[in-house]
């Protein structure tokens, strides 16, 4: 009894990390910064093909505007997702397809408050 009340504690949540995901996916694909930043932590460390370095909020939201400018997507699908072992730090790999290039992207993210954040953001070509 006490396992399934702990359950059922967890299981909203579980959703909320995967609405997260799934959210930064779609917004990927549509090159939605405003949706992207919304999860940014307050510094993060931003690397798009190969030029990298930590930003605040507001600057990693113009590096990612201008990728997406350079970039238009065309869609975004996860590839891979993953947690660490006390499970308070996520990554998701995504398979980012623009006008005649293919790029990978990951995310790492980890809770801060309760909430998860986006730590890290590589983009690559593919």
Same mark, same amino acid.
């Given at each position: 009894?006490?396992?399934? =009340?702990?359950?059922?504690? %967890? ?10 995901? /799934?959210?930064? !996916? +779609? ?36 590096? =990612?505007?201008?990728?997406? %400018? ?10 891979? /997702?993953?947690? !660490? +072992? ?41």
């Amino acid at each position: 009894m006490k396992n399934l =009340l702990y359950l059922l504690l %967890a299981l909203p949540m579980m959703g909320m990390t995967q609405f997260g995901i /799934q959210d930064i !996916s +779609k917004a990927l694909g549509n090159g939605d910064v405003s949706t992207i930043s919304s999860h940014f932590d307050n510094t993060i460390e931003l690397t798009i093909l190969d030029d990298g370095d930590l930003y605040n909020k507001s600057e990693a939201s113009t590096a =990612l505007k201008q990728f997406f %400018a350079d970039h238009p997507p065309k869609s975004c699908s996860q590839v891979h /997702q993953g947690s !660490s +072992k006390g499970k308070d730090s996520k990554y998701s790999i995504f398979s980012l397809n623009t006008a005649g290039e293919s790029f990978r992207v990951f995310l790492y993210m980890t809770s801060v408050g309760g909430k998860d954040v986006i730590q890290e953001l590589s983009i690559d070509k593919e």
